[in-house]
């Protein structure tokens, strides 16, 4: 809008009215300038993440999603067998560990451990091969028995009495120190 318009339109305006009707004018201009402005920055701004979600999309073209659904089924099927393998060998060394077995790995070695695996209870079946391999081959298997180690020193307690036998290295060393109290 300009001054001259607005003296043609409006006859016997003042000059006063005139410069309050301009600067009315120019504040509401200069706001509907500013929101333009706001809603042009959001356009661009929404814009610019419609082409990322574009250029992004472009990554999934030719993609089988029937094909990526087989693959993550047989991820899980091998991620079920490794579970239950780790549950198996668990515990298979825990019922060895539980029978005192001297080396796990041997134990393992002498049994039929696929057959373990394939059993319907294996924590039974475990135990009771383990169980029958302690009896059939004890020298795997540490004796726990009373607790203290059998330990045979060549004699009974109580037994001999008197002077023990000359040592050959103590006589020896005597006949060397012939002066010397042993």
Do not use: C
Not at 15 to 21: N, P, S
């Amino acid at each position: 809008m300009k001054r001259e318009e607005v003296k043609n339109k409006i006859p016997g305006i003042t000059d006063e009215q005139l410069d309050w009707l301009m600067g009315e004018n120019g504040r509401d201009v200069t706001a509907e300038k500013t929101k333009a402005a706001n809603l042009q920055t959001q356009v661009n701004d929404l814009t610019t993440q419609l082409n990322t979600a574009k250029d992004g999309l472009k990554a999934f073209e030719g993609v089988d999603v029937a094909d990526l659904k087989g693959q993550i089924t047989k991820l899980q099927g091998q991620l079920s067998e490794q579970a239950d393998g780790f549950a198996f060998d668990s515990a298979l060394d825990a019922a060895i560990h539980d029978a005192h077995g001297r080396d796990v790995k041997a134990i393992r070695g002498m049994l039929d451990v696929a057959a373990l695996k394939a059993s319907k209870d294996r924590t039974s079946d475990i135990k009771a091969v383990v169980e029958a391999l302690a009896k059939e081959k004890a020298w795997a298997f540490e004796d726990i028995g009373s607790g203290y180690p059998n330990v045979p020193d060549g004699g009974s307690a109580g037994a001999g009495g008197g002077t023990p036998a000359a040592d050959g290295v103590e006589a020896a060393f005597k006949g060397m120190n012939p002066g010397l109290n042993v």
